[in-house]
């Protein structure tokens, strides 16, 4: 047993040991971390340099002390920081994801089916998708009224066209083949659903999923805008631009795109995990 | 109700009446029967309508623009009742494999649509398996595996569920010759020992010969029953592939398809 721990040992001494720097995710690390500072350095140098006001473009050091304030410095109680606000608009832009998700693919196989209700359902869809949200909002709020729930409508209505669209276009360009099987066996439409159809659609989800990421949480703040939602980062970055407060609009739009990065990452993950793991949709 | 006759195939006449393809004749008048436990082949010049034939005794949905005439009857039956009684089992041209289920899984597919017990199904699966030498793989993935038992595994699916008739589309089209050989004992010994009527589709003239008992010969478009001949050899035809009898069948399918083409 010894000698053969001995051997281990050994044979793990003449394995190459990975050097700190040659491990590739730390080394992208440093790189993003030390072209940050650089950008930072050359930001504030030209701001300074040039005296620039704050009004027009804060330098890092604005941001920097803007950051400290709202989130190190404690406020009066009821207080909701941007990152309290950004969680709101995050929350209102995954249910609005989870239900493009849901009721698009739902649309995607109906009209998939039914080429009848195709006709008449599509082209309402895609009007939709011809009339910018913000001008949309003022009907619709005064349809539903100025609050959440016409916010998750907008949110949807945004969203779900591409979801519809691409269940749709799996769904005709399955191949015959495997059409034909299932229908030799004459399963029931729930059978044919369940063994061929929603299998099928998992990859086109799962990267529809990584463009609706972005598009749902855009949705979520740009319909802040007309409607009277109480919180919410778009409303925030909306009046702090009217009170002059520029660094906080900056940060604000920051850390919005830290968390859609977030966001897009644990999708991509996720994706990769399932197509891996399960294959789905794989011909 | 002739219980002898697995398929009747009487006059019957396909149109296809698409935008550019107007009152396109596909298949003309075409009467054939096959007889219950018997192997007998299709073999006809590139797109006579074979497949479209193949379609049709299956009981697959046709095309709109499909105009059909004549009648295709399965053990007296039309080819969508037959295909709802599970009388027949499909084996396609391309293997046809979900991805997301392991080997094992594929074939145990029809028994879960058809709605056969969990107990069941295993045991089927199980006994399947092992008929065909898939244990080792029933945990594998289809793409793990290589064309040949790719094939293998949809033959195991279509047999899941025991049908009496096999219909197969140019099964083994895409395999090698050694690999496209074996497969051929292999279905030979399957339509023995489990006694079914297997319909083979293909273009190959020595698959046809090495195969079959009877085989038809469709001519080009569109497409009749040119001739049919009767293959007399005695199986295993491994044993008589090189007998000059086996070789004037080939010569002559030849001759008639050559003629059938022009």
């Known amino acids: 047993m010894n000698a053969l721990r001995k051997e281990k040992n050994k044979e793990r001494e003449k394995r190459p040991t990975r050097s700190f720097f040659l491990n590739k995710s730390i080394k992208k690390i440093l790189i993003y971390l030390f072209l940050l500072i650089t950008l930072l350095t050359i930001w504030q140098i030209l701001l300074e340099y040039f005296d620039i006001p704050k009004r027009i473009a804060p330098k890092p050091s604005d941001l920097f002390n803007f950051i400290t304030k709202e989130f ?26 989870l239900i493009s998700l849901i009721l698009g693919s739902l649309i995607g196989i109906v009209i ?14 895609f009007l939709t998708q011809l009339i910018p949200v913000p001008a949309l909002a003022p009907i619709v709020a005064t349809l539903l009224g100025y609050g959440f729930f016409t916010k998750i409508f907008l949110i949807v ?10 269940v749709r276009n799996t769904l005709i360009n399955l191949p015959e083949n495997y059409t034909l099987l299932l229908h030799s ?29 972005s598009g749902s949480i855009v949705a979520s703040i ?31 739009t920051m850390l919005i795109s830290i968390i859609s990065l977030l966001f897009f990452i644990c999708i991509s993950k996720f994706e990769k995990y399932i197509n891996k793991k399960y294959r789905y949709g794989q011909f | 109700m002739d219980n002898s ?13 698409g935008d550019r393809t107007k009152h396109l004749h596909v298949l003309e008048n075409i009467s054939f029967d096959v007889k219950n436990s018997s192997f007998v082949s299709i073999i006809g010049p590139s797109g006579c309508g074979k497949s479209t034939l193949f379609r049709l005794i299956s009981g697959l949905p046709t095309k709109d623009s499909c105009e059909i005439g004549g009648k295709i009857r399965i053990y007296g039956r039309k080819p969508e009742t037959a295909s709802k009684n599970r009388d027949l089992g499909l084996i396609l041209q391309k293997p046809t494999l979900l991805e997301w289920r392991t080997v094992a899984e594929n074939i145990e597919l029809p028994l879960e649509i058809m709605g056969y017990q969990k107990e069941k199904r295993g045991k089927i699966v199980t006994k399947l398996l092992n008929s065909m030498d898939l244990t080792p793989y029933s945990h594998y993935r289809p793409s793990e595996l290589s064309g040949g038992m790719q094939q293998k595994v949809s033959i195991g699916r279509a047999l899941a569920y025991n049908p009496k008739l ?3 589309d140019e099964p083994f089209a895409a395999l090698d010759e050694v690999n ?66 086996y070789f004037k069948y080939i010569k002559e399918i030849r001759e008639y398809l050559n003629e059938a083409s022009n």
């Open chain 2, 166 to 168: 096999l219909l197969m």
């Open chain 1, 112 to 125: 998939f089916k039914n080429t009848y209700i195709y006709s008449i359902l599509f082209p309402f869809l």
């Open chain 2, 180 to 245: 496209r050989r074996r497969m051929n004992n292999e279905i030979i010994n399957i339509w023995k020992e489990m006694n079914k009527t297997i319909l083979f589709v293909t273009h190959n003239i020595q698959e046809a010969v090495y195969l079959s008992q009877k085989v038809i010969v469709l001519s080009k478009k569109p497409s009749t029953v040119y001739k049919t001949v009767e293959i007399d050899l005695k199986y295993p035809r491994n044993e008589v592939e090189g007998c000059s009898k």
């Open chain 1, 185 to 213: 066996y004459s399963p029931s439409r729930k059978e044919f659903l369940k063994y061929l159809l929603l299998p099928s659609l998992v990859p086109t989800l799962l990267s529809t999923m990584k463009l609706l990421c």
């Open chain 2, 5 to 17: 006759k697995a398929i009747t195939v009487e006059n019957f006449n396909v149109l296809f009446n």
């Open chain 1, 222 to 252: 740009i319909t802040e805008l007309p409607l009277s939602v109480k919180t919410g980062i778009g409303k925030d970055i909306y009046n702090s631009f009217n009170n002059q407060i520029i660094p906080r609009v900056w940060v604000s």
């Open chain 1, 157 to 166: 209505l945004f969203c779900i066209f591409s979801v519809v669209v691409s």
């Open chain 1, 72 to 97: 190190f410095i404690p406020h009066s109680q009821g207080y909701q920081n941007i990152l309290v606000k950004s969680l709101f608009s995050l929350r209102d832009a995954l249910l609005g994801f």
